[in-house]
T-cell receptor
């Protein structure tokens, strides 16, 4: 069975500082990893994915994620946080064809001005 | 980019009413769509996988007679909450993925959700 874990319920960071939202995964076989963001009363927006290739994946809104096979991690990062980045972030694994993604519990990011 | 449209965005109705939620993929075809339920400050709970032209696959604990899913075309799936009660109040989100040859491991695209409030 595939799963992801987001160890932090809440991450607080000052505006302009770098941010990291953590995710670890457990899969048998090749991992296919995704990050999504959810703003209040909205659906999830796709940020980026790792399927294969470079370990550093660049996505939307200046976000990037680093795939680390030895640590089974896929942390989301941004060099300089914005107040508008405050939202709920979900890591997900797997999913192809008619198989749904498996989501982590989510991490709430608060960027403080 | 791939867009999923979900309507209505908000529904407030009396107990016993049936409510239909529509999910459309606007610029791609989706043989499979997914329906999720989200409680406040919690992650998404997969309710069912909707397959075009066939019966939906429900997750354990989800009543198929309560939550009727119809996937009539490659761009439309509907979720009907039958005889809704206050405990059915929640945020319902649909999702779809582009499928077909050469489209493996595509991301799921999500609608904006429907806030259902049963009085």
């Amino acid at each position: 069975a595939q799963s992801v874990a987001q160890p932090e319920d809440q991450v607080n960071v000052a505006e302009g500082n770098p941010l990291t939202v953590k995710c670890t995964y457990s899969v048998s076989g090749n991992p296919y990893l995704f990050w999504y963001v959810q703003y209040p009363n909205r659906g999830l927006q796709f940020l980026l994915k790792y399927i294969t290739g470079d370990n550093l994946v660049k996505g939307s809104y200046g976000f990037e994620a680093e795939f680390n096979k030895s640590q089974t991690s896929f942390h989301l990062k941004k060099p300089s946080a914005l107040v508008s980045d405050s939202a709920l972030y979900f890591c997900a694994v797997g999913g192809s064809g008619n198989t749904p993604l498996v989501f982590g519990k989510g991490t709430r990011l608060s960027v403080i001005a | 980019g791939a867009v999923v449209s979900q309507h209505p965005s908000r529904v407030i109705c009396k107990s016993g009413t049936s409510v239909k939620i529509e999910c459309r993929s606007l610029d791609f075809q989706a043989t499979t769509m997914f329906w999720y339920r989200q409680f406040p400050k919690q992650s998404l709970m997969l309710m069912a996988t909707s397959n075009e032209g066939s019966k939906a696959t429900y997750e354990q604990g989800v009543e198929k007679d309560k939550f009727l899913i119809n996937h009539a075309s490659l761009t439309l799936s509907t979720l009907t909450v039958t005889s809704a009660h206050p405990e059915d109040s929640s945020f319902y989100i649909c999702s779809a993925r582009s499928t077909g040859a050469g489209l493996s491991h595509q991301p799921q695209h999500f609608g904006d959700g429907t806030r259902l409030s049963i009085l």
